[in-house]
């Protein structure tokens, strides 16, 4: 089992690693990842960071997972799952699920409508959309060669406030 | 008829006007728009900017429109039009179709495949998607209620290296 909690800049050099074992991840990706976790600043006047982030712990206290989430630029109500990043080690265990619950609640406490998640339609993230597919997110564009020849941006969503997904009857 | 030419700092000014003249835009996206001017550096070892800029200049010199585009993060050959606005007095006059077409020659030359635009589905926006449909950009994806509630999310997409839209056919 995991423990949820922020995720701040202490966990800086704990998220590196992670990101790196997860081997999921370009060299330019994990600047990115580290870009936001280093300096969230919301976009001026909103009152609403534009980056948030939850991290799972296991119980040495290390960082075991994160996911990084914030409301879509621009819309009211919909937020996109930027990244959800869990340690080869604890992989297979629930964490994603945990982390995506987490989110999910958060959002819908404070009327969230809309989730989005965008993925590649490759086969190498297969693993990722049957993630969410099991979780109610469905495929609502497809975007051929978009992101490469041969490689389709995938735009999933789920509503909130419908039927919670299975996994979280239980919760 | 207007001259092409780059846009920097010194034209914050006249940005500022032009956005707000238009009145298409809310504060917070004016802001955004006048930060990606003030600073619009690269993703560090990318080698290109985020954010690249066309400016068009009317003949007392005076900004009469521009347009904001770069390189979809984490996509081959794939280039958003993040913004492009025209001074209401200059409207109808083509300086939108103008700088479009500039912004397709630049991305054609190297070696852009995709042009992707998006927008929202709200009646308020006809105008916008005329003006791209009768450049050559189709409805690739239609996000319901993404923006909001009845505001639904459209992704324009035109294909680089196809035939040329009936408008550069004389430039």
Do not use: K, N
């Amino acid at each position: 089992m995991v423990t949820l909690g922020p995720l701040d800049a202490s966990h800086r050099g704990a998220l590196l690693d992670l990101l790196r074992a997860t081997g999921a991840f370009s060299p330019d990706e994990v600047a990115v990842a580290l870009d936001l976790v280093d300096g969230a600043a919301g976009t001026p006047g909103t009152g609403t960071p534009d980056y948030e982030f939850v991290a799972a712990f296991d119980v040495d206290g290390g960082l075991a997972g994160y996911c990084c989430y914030g409301p879509t630029p621009g819309a009211q109500g919909t937020y996109d799952v930027y990244w959800i990043a869990v340690h080869p080690r604890q992989q297979r265990a629930g964490v994603g699920a945990t982390l995506l619950d987490e989110v999910e609640r958060r959002l819908a406490r404070r009327g969230g409508r809309l989730i989005v998640v965008e993925t590649s339609g490759r086969s190498a993230y297969d693993a990722t959309r049957r993630f969410y597919g099991a979780r109610g997110y469905r495929v609502a564009a497809r975007l051929r060669d978009f992101y490469a020849p041969a490689d389709d941006r995938l735009v999933l969503t789920r509503e909130l406030g419908g039927s919670p997904s299975p996994a979280m009857r239980g919760v």
